[in-house]
């Protein structure tokens, strides 16, 4: 917008916005900027939990802005990994919520057990805690070796700690408890061995998984898909956003393939709801049926 | 005619949003405020309780035969509705965005997750001086920061007085960091939310 005189136009804007619209205004140039200069694009995560890890980080950075941090990170590509490390949250454990393994159990292998080969995708997998819970209950129920796990995650640095597949041997304690109540048939020790402080997975395990680098964000589909799970992940982005990766979903699963999600993830809002049945409530499984 | 004017320390006239915290003991403090809740009001209400992360639905539960409110917890983009109290779930951060709550499985704070700090500095930010804040019992220091949050930007913040409360470190924090509005007796606080969540019909322009 120009006036004839060649001095842009002035829009009327109040005085002193309050700390609230202006931080939000930060948060906005601060992820154009980062997408532009790094590439990496978090302008439709959730404003909410964003802010907080913005602020976090610059907190820790010593700075009193989240323009200051703009800077930094723009000029400093090691702030930038700082920054990335606090934006990609990474909770994870083997088994987590146990009840969603006791229902794939019951509600989805007896569906997979009919496709003579098997494709799973584990949409941002981190350190692969959950992947390797999942080739355990496949193995344990005689379908791991017609199946092949496809691991993703944004963040090259989680998937190399996944390939590996060791673990805390202090975590043990609490994953074993974890796999029973999942319905796990074996001693949870059979599937590692202890070193050190270590517990390093056998690596039969990893035979069928491929761990890959995937941007929900910006990558497309690539492959058909029996099951997805994507579990907590989701809730860090904004609603537009969940919109596209569930479209992203919807095109990458078979008719009648799987969906899980996080325990309070849910397609009730959203608009694939109606390509969906419901296999299990509690457990956020939908199973694709248009 | 009623008076139009409000007590000294105003609090949010017709707040949009509640957002209570607790932890020890809040189980009981709750069903108490909830039960006193007069009829009509029907403002939403968030709640994070401290709970541990395979807690089940008695929570909910319990708290349901306290209250004709719709008591469930918050799932992701889940709208907030009048009428309904949203419990942060268990092993989840419970954040209030523009209309819809988030959830995030972020690490603990306080050792907490839900966090009260979460919920409140969320809160304060997207609904500012139309958030009314309060905080009970609980044997931590959760809360007290993002009860300033809300205070500074211009919501009201009721705090439980520490006498009255099952474990008083929760709320002394708070006070000590000056973000009381007001600070009440357990059976007070009850009729401070009902006396600032006026109903439209009877109580007209503003």
Same mark, same amino acid.
């Given at each position: 917008m120009t006036s004839e005189t060649g001095t842009p136009m002035r829009e009327r804007r109040s005085e002193e916005p309050d700390v609230t619209s202006l931080e939000t205004l930060e948060i906005?140039?601060?992820?154009?900027?980062?997408?532009?200069?790094?590439?990496?694009?978090?302008?439709?995560?959730?404003?909410?939990?964003?802010?907080?890890?913005?602020?976090?980080?610059?907190?820790?950075?010593?700075?009193?802005?989240?323009?200051?941090?703009?800077?930094?990170?723009?000029?400093?590509?090691?702030?930038?990994?700082?920054?990335?490390?606090?934006?990609?949250?990474?909770?994870?454990?083997m088994f987590r919520d146990p009840t969603f393994y006791q229902a794939v159990r019951s509600h989805v292998i007896p569906l997979l057990r009919?496709?003579?080969?098997?494709?799973?995708?584990?949409?941002?997998?981190?350190?692969?805690?959950?992947?390797?819970?999942?080739?355990?209950?496949l193995a344990e129920e005689g379908l791991y070796d017609r199946?092949?796990?496809?691991?993703?995650?944004?963040?090259?640095?989680?998937?190399?700690?996944?390939?590996?597949?060791?673990?805390?041997?202090?975590?043990?304690?609490?994953?074993?408890?974890?796999?029973?109540?999942?319905?796990?048939?074996?001693?949870?020790?059979?599937y590692y061995t202890a070193n050190y402080e270590y517990a390093i997975f056998n690596s039969k395990l990893r035979e069928n998984i491929v761990f890959a680098q995937h941007n929900l964000v910006t990558d497309s589909t690539f492959n058909e898909f029996h099951m997805i799970v994507c579990r907590n992940v989701l809730i860090y982005f904004n609603r537009e956003l969940q919109e596209r990766v569930l479209k992203l979903f919807c095109d990458s699963l078979q008719r009648f393939g799987?969906?899980?999600?996080?325990?309070?993830?849910?397609?009730?809002?959203?608009s694939v709801n109606p390509c969906y049945e419901i296999l299990h409530e509690d457990e956020r499984l939908y199973r694709r049926i248009a | 005619?009623?008076? /139009? @004017?409000?007590?000294?320390?105003?609090? %949010?006239? =017709?707040?949009? &949003?509640? +957002?209570?915290?607790?932890?020890?003991?809040?189980?009981?403090?709750?069903?108490?405020?909830?039960?006193?809740?007069?009829?009509?009001?029907?403002?939403?209400?968030a709640i994070a309780q401290h709970r541990h992360r395979d807690s089940s639905s008695m929570l909910t539960d319990v708290l349901q035969r306290s209250t004709r409110y719709e008591v469930s917890d918050?799932?992701?983009?889940?709208?907030? /509705? @009048?009428?309904?109290?949203?419990?942060? %779930?268990? =092993?989840?951060? &419970?954040? +209030?965005?523009?209309?819809?709550?988030?959830?995030?499985?972020?690490?603990?704070?306080?050792?907490?997750?839900?966090?009260?700090?979460?919920?409140f500095e969320s809160a304060a930010e997207a609904f500012g001086e139309r958030l009314l804040g309060i905080l009970l019992t609980g044997a931590n220091r959760d809360g007290a920061s993002g009860a300033m949050r809300i205070r500074r930007a211009g919501g009201g913040m009721l705090v439980q007085d520490p006498?009255?409360?099952?474990?008083?470190?929760?709320?002394?924090?708070?006070?000590?960091?000056?973000?009381?509005?007001?600070?009440?007796l357990l059976e007070?606080?009850?009729?401070?939310?009902?006396?600032c969540c006026v109903r439209r019909e009877s109580e007209g322009v503003r």
């Open positions: 906005e140039l601060l992820t154009e900027g980062v997408y532009r200069r790094y590439g990496f694009d978090f302008r439709d995560y959730s404003l909410p939990s964003l802010r907080r890890r913005l602020l976090k980080r610059m907190q820790g950075e010593g700075l009193g802005s989240i323009s200051a941090l703009q800077e930094r990170v723009l000029h400093d590509s090691a702030a930038m990994e700082r920054l990335l490390l606090d934006l990609s949250i990474n909770v994870t454990a009919t496709w003579p080969f098997i494709r799973i995708w584990h949409a941002g997998c981190s350190t692969g805690e959950e992947v390797y819970s999942m080739a355990i209950m199946c092949r796990i496809y691991a993703t995650d944004i963040n090259e640095a989680v998937l190399e700690k996944a390939r590996k597949g060791i673990f805390p041997l202090a975590a043990m304690q609490d994953y074993t408890g974890n796999y029973l109540k999942a319905g796990g048939r074996n001693a949870f020790s059979d799987v969906l899980g999600l996080g325990r309070k993830e849910s397609l009730r809002y959203t | 005619m009623k008076p /139009r @004017r409000r007590p000294a320390l105003p609090l %949010p006239p =017709d707040p949009d &949003l509640v +957002v209570i915290g607790c932890s020890l003991g809040g189980l009981q403090a709750l069903q108490k405020i909830l039960t006193r809740l007069s009829d009509d009001v029907d403002v939403p209400i918050a799932e992701d983009q889940e709208p907030i /509705r @009048r009428g309904r109290i949203f419990l942060a %779930p268990a =092993d989840y951060h &419970l954040l +209030v965005g523009d209309g819809v709550f988030h959830l995030s499985t972020e690490g603990p704070v306080h050792y907490s997750r839900p966090s009260i700090d979460l919920l006498k009255t409360a099952e474990a008083p470190a929760m709320p002394t924090a708070a006070i000590e960091e000056g973000a009381a509005t007001r600070v009440l007070e606080i009850a009729e401070a939310i009902d006396s």
